[in-house]
């Protein structure tokens, strides 16, 4: 029998987002931590989570207070700046968090700026707020040309501002000069205040302030020396920013589903509005805490995995690919002539990737030793038979 549902106007056609989940021995397409948690972690998890399970017939905490408390003492640990905990907000992972700040600051009407190439889900995002999505390219070496984006801002007058640093899928950090540069864009060139809002002198509705979101979800796997954005919201600065981290990737904590949120007390206040009622379960919220509890171990394999990173640039350099420097836990590769054909001998190799980011290029997640040995194995296979294209010469280029 036919059915015909009413389904909302710009879902025709849409499919569902999602890397392919293929059963591979070598899996290095989603950015995944390869090591999972030590036996004592998994025991201190499962011991918060049956203690918060005896509560399970009530509502957990709407507000995670002591979440939050946590998640500001490993922050001022990892990039030095105390933040009080109501500037702090988690949800299921910093999908939702991206969510709630379209929600509360999008819509119908208003328009989300972004920089390409860049994630793949900050569309979605903005479809499923009904935000109009616009985007700039990046500079050939993916960072920001601030000048540029300051027209952009002055342009369009966003709401929300989303920058990603380190960037997916090119691992690009920008530095702290230029964020401060488009925060400083972005003073004034937000939409038209709504009725109730902050006005103009004379009474009538002014311009906003743009949101801007820097996300961090690989702040932890930056090179030494390469500072947060975290630094530009200590002593109550810049009240318009909002910067993202995840417990996914450095972590090693993907299945826990933990995004969070560093921003002024303002900006998180405007979140806890759109947020649906207890929105992280009890058993989120203990084993997050628990999770906390260890950081030092889960965190213990972020420099060997920055080795490997480095290691592997160099190695694809070596092999006469273009490599580009990440402060992510991926690296970025190419370019070839058929990228596509080089994803499909890897995989007949059990080796997945990502065929994601500019044309020609592909993207692999950093793994274990001896998976990072099963890639280079695999790939050296393949460009006996594909090798990467030659670049154009810097005329020829756009």
């Not at 509360?104 to 793949?120: D, I």
């Not at 952009?152 to 899928?169: F, G, Q, R, T």
């Amino acid at each position: 029998m036919s059915i015909s549902l009413p389904l909302r106007p710009g879902l025709e056609g849409e499919t569902p987002y999602g890397a392919p989940e293929l059963d591979v021995p070598v899996r290095l397409n989603v950015n995944e931590n390869p090591y999972p948690p030590s036996p004592a972690v998994i025991e201190s998890i499962a011991t918060a989570v049956a203690q918060a399970a005896t509560g399970l017939n009530r509502y957990p905490e709407r507000d995670f207070p002591d979440l939050r408390a946590a998640l500001a003492d490993y922050l001022a640990a990892e990039s030095g700046g105390r933040l009080d905990p109501t500037r702090i907000w988690a949800a299921n992972g910093s999908n939702e968090i991206m969510l709630h700040v379209l929600q509360a600051f999008g819509g119908p009407g208003r328009t989300c700026l972004t920089f390409t190439p860049t994630y793949s889900m900050y569309p979605e995002y903005a479809r499923d707020t009904l935000t109009e999505y616009a985007t700039r390219p990046r500079r050939a070496d993916f960072t920001i040309d601030a000048e540029g984006a300051a027209a952009a801002i002055e342009e369009l007058h966003p709401a929300v501002v989303v920058l990603a640093s380190p960037n997916n899928p090119t691992g690009t950090a920008l530095p702290l000069a230029d964020i401060q540069a488009i925060l400083g864009s972005a003073r004034g060139n937000g939409p038209i205040a709504t009725v109730g809002a902050r006005g103009g002198g004379d009474g009538r509705p002014g311009r906003t302030d743009c949101v801007v979101v820097i996300d961090e979800a690989y702040a932890e796997f930056r090179r030494p020396g390469v500072p947060s954005a975290l630094e530009l919201l200590v002593d109550g600065a810049n009240p318009h920013l909002a910067v993202t981290r995840t417990m996914s990737k450095a972590f090693g904590a993907a299945g826990l589903r933990l995004g969070y949120l560093a921003a002024s007390r303002e900006l998180v206040d405007a979140l806890r509005v759109v947020r649906l009622p207890y929105h992280l379960s009890a058993l989120t919220q203990a084993a997050a805490l628990a999770a906390l509890d260890h950081r030092e171990e889960l965190m213990g394999q972020v420099a060997s995995l920055r080795s490997e990173r480095d290691a592997l640039v160099a190695w694809l350099r070596g092999r006469g690919c273009t490599a580009h420097e990440s402060d992510a836990n991926f690296v970025l590769f190419g370019p070839f002539e058929d990228r596509d054909a080089v994803f499909a001998a890897l995989l007949e190799r059990g080796v997945l990737i990502r065929v994601v980011g500019p044309e020609g290029y592909l993207r692999v997640s950093i793994g274990t030793p001896d998976e990072m040995e099963a890639f280079r194995s695999a790939l050296d296979g393949v460009l006996a038979g594909t090798g990467p294209r030659a670049p154009r010469a810097a005329a020829e280029r756009p």
